[in-house]
């Protein structure tokens, strides 16, 4: 298996709901990470997780919450979103070797749209 | 700063014909170079990498990209071009000492197949 799964494909929501996305993989990669893209633009990354241990947070505000419950699963949990966090929110994972780096296979996104 | 430039925004390209989507890089040492393309509406394929090596790298989908040292480039060609190539390009590069996984994305080149 060699992909990257994530659901659901598309999500509205208002901005008092609570929410979770959710990303999947079964390669045995170490490294798994959040990312976040607006139309026409490259993907900002937001979180990375490393050995299940949250090792990047880009300045991410708290009503993004990840959290990594196992080596194959991350999570996004949301609350209070605003309308500009409207976006395609990308998961991704790696292999993890200490002091070097592998590329990282993409999921298909989510497509976040809050009213 | 390490950064990464994709200097044509949009291309057309007709079916058939050749293609070079260009990518410069500023880092101050060789890093790790990807490119990666993106359909609309969905998460990035991983197109070719370079870690050492030879220059000239061989991808899927027939794409190739070279990289040389002294232009600080890595550019990527394929002799003749698909309409189902339309697509956004993304350049990326990472650190040789892997900071936290972190991929610094070009702005991209959205590339137009005409028939």
């Known amino acids: 298996d060699t992909e990257v799964t994530q659901t659901p494909k598309h999500l509205v929501m208002g901005m008092t709901n609570k929410k979770s996305l959710k990303c999947e993989q079964h390669m045995g990669h170490r490294a798994m990470y959040w990312y976040k893209q607006k139309a026409k633009k490259p993907p900002e990354l937001m979180f990375v997780y490393s050995y299940e241990k949250l090792s990047i947070n880009e300045s991410v505000p708290s009503r993004f919450s990840p959290e990594c419950p196992n080596s194959s699963l991350l999570n996004l949990h949301l609350h209070a979103l605003q309308p500009e966090d409207s976006a395609l929110y990308l998961c991704?994972?790696?292999?993890?070797?200490?002091?070097?780096?592998?590329?990282?296979?993409f999921g298909p996104g989510t497509r976040l749209t809050v009213l | 700063a390490q950064s990464v430039t994709q200097p044509d925004i949009h291309i057309t390209v007709s079916e058939g014909a050749s293609l070079e989507l260009r990518c410069n890089y500023s880092y101050g040492a060789t890093p790790y170079l990807f490119w990666y393309v993106q359909s609309p509406g969905q998460g990035l394929q991983l197109l070719l990498k370079y870690f050492s090596g030879d220059t000239l790298v061989q991808g899927i989908k027939g794409f190739e990209a070279e990289f040389k040292r002294s232009q600080s480039s890595f550019n990527l060609r394929k002799p003749s071009v698909h309409w189902s190539d339309a697509a956004e390009y993304f350049c990326?590069?990472?650190?040789?000492?892997?900071?936290?996984?972190?991929?610094?994305f070009g702005q991209g080149t959205e590339l137009s197949v005409k028939p």
């Open positions: 990326a590069v990472a650190p040789l000492y892997n900071q936290g996984g972190k991929l610094i």
């Open positions: 991704a994972s790696s292999q993890k070797n200490p002091g070097t780096l592998v590329e990282q296979f």
